[in-house]
């Protein structure tokens, strides 16, 4: 076993050390990026006069039987390879012989890793985006099949005013849809090559950045190289967008999991998508949704450890930054099954109409009602203590706002007339909310056509 910076040592490491220390259990999964990352590095050196095309071009076809190897998982690990870096490159020159030992001119695994770890983030961030608008389509169809369907809305987990199946759910729609420009924008600050920074101070060859980050699909490049190997910025944001996105699923879950209890039974889950007790027969729990709300307390722990590790890091790298790629790999694991469970979860999901009228009772309507004072001329802070009034009558004597009679109702205010039973109406009540944004039918069409163009 030979290590790649054996020369100045006596003695070889200690076996637990070199455990503490490898990163290759779990940087294997950087292996394309880490080739993709050499083949544009033997190019660079060409252009620099550092290889001959004939060394490069021995290197590249080199490197990719080193990706063969990888796919068919028919490469043997050595004790030296620390991490996916070394393994690369320790098989290469085992392929191609001395002139694999020239790759490295000029490069260091400290803008190598940075540059892997920056590829391979900007293809997950991709993969996370395709499985969000997964989602985001899921609630889309899901809200369109049931657009008008009365429920009641709910603050503070109380009957407050009558909304519709498809407001409520695409209320979940545009929290995933911020989601999405934040993983834009984290991709953005993801896309910058930190290859030619070399161990921290640049490279010494004439390497063309520019070329090399073109080549590997970069949008810019770094321009201090001491910040280039020690950025994890990109990491943090990362770790932030997932966290906020599982928050998000979370949110969906809880509700969707108060909603199939059977006090509320609004909602039913596909038997794919539930599960059994191990001794209660009858049993069928929302135990997916409680893992995706689970999920959102790992997300974080991610981050915040992660923010703990960088805070008050010296300058350039230390080996601190290797801890970037788990909770950076953990977080992406877990929404990779996250997201596309949630679509599912939605897009079987069954209403029951039923339960959600049982459940509009005439008090959701008591601001409608004050609203309709307020058409008659009184200012609303008026109105709204008259129908306090008018709900402490129907209170005392045992029954619903609705039941009062016009008398009953004009002894507390002069200002009910005749019409005042049209209120007692839970489809004027949704339509009569005719902004953009609310509950009519026409704000609400609007809505979804607005989610859909962004699909
Ligand atoms: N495995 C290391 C990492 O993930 C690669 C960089 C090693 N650089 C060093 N100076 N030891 O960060």
Known sequence: ?????????????????????????????????????????????????????????????GLEQVRTEFEEDTLVFDEGDEDIHTAV??????????????????????DQVATDFRLWTMQAIRHIQAQLAGLQAAIVNHAEANLMVPMPGYTHLQHAQPVTWGHWLLSHFWPLQRDQERWTEVWGRTAVS??????????????????????????????????????????????????????????????????????????????????GSSIMPQKKNPDTLELTRGKAGRLLGNLAGFLATIKG????????????????????DTLDLALPVMAGVVSTLTINSDKMAAQLEP???????????????????????????????????????????????????????EGVTAVFNFEASLNSRDVPGGTSEKALQAQLQAARNLL
């Not at 085992?94 to 020239?102: A, F, L, N, Q």
Request: glycine residues 8%.
């Open 363 to 417: 008090g959701l309507l008591a601001t409608d009602l004050a609203d309709y004072l307020v058409r008659r001329g009184l200012p609303f802070r008026q109105a709204h203590h008259i129908i306090g009034e008018v709900v402490q009558a129907a209170e005392a004597r045992g029954i619903e706002i609705t039941a009062l009679t016009l008398a009953e109702l004009q002894g507390i205010s002069e200002l009910f007339g």
């Open 1 to 61: 076993m030979s290590k790649l910076w054996g020369g100045r040592f006596a003695r070889p490491t200690d076996t637990v050390v070199r455990q503490f220390h490898d990163s290759l259990p779990f940087d294997v999964r950087m292996y394309n990026e880490d080739i993709r990352g050499s083949i544009a590095w033997a190019k660079g050196l060409v252009k620099a006069d550092m290889l001959t095309e004939d060394e490069a071009a021995t290197i590249i076809s």
């Open 194 to 275: 930190p290859l030619g920074s070399a161990a921290f101070a640049g490279a010494a060859f004439p390497i063309d950045r520019e070329f090399l980050a073109q080549e590997l699909g970069f949008k810019a490049i770094t321009l201090n190289s001491q910040d280039a190997v020690s950025d994890r910025d990109f990491v943090a944001d990362f770790l932030y967008a997932a966290t906020m996105t599982g928050l998000h699923l979370s949110r969906l879950s809880e509700q969707l999991a108060l909603y199939c209890t059977t006090e509320f039974g609004f909602v039913r889950l596909d038997d794919a998508y539930a599960t």
């Open 313 to 332: 890091l010296p300058s350039s790298y230390d080996k601190d930054l290797q801890e970037d790629k788990e909770p950076l790999f953990d977080a992406f």
């Open 89 to 110: 490159e320790r098989r290469l020159t085992e392929i191609v012989g001395d002139v694999g030992g020239k790759l490295h001119t000029g490069r260091s695994r400290n």
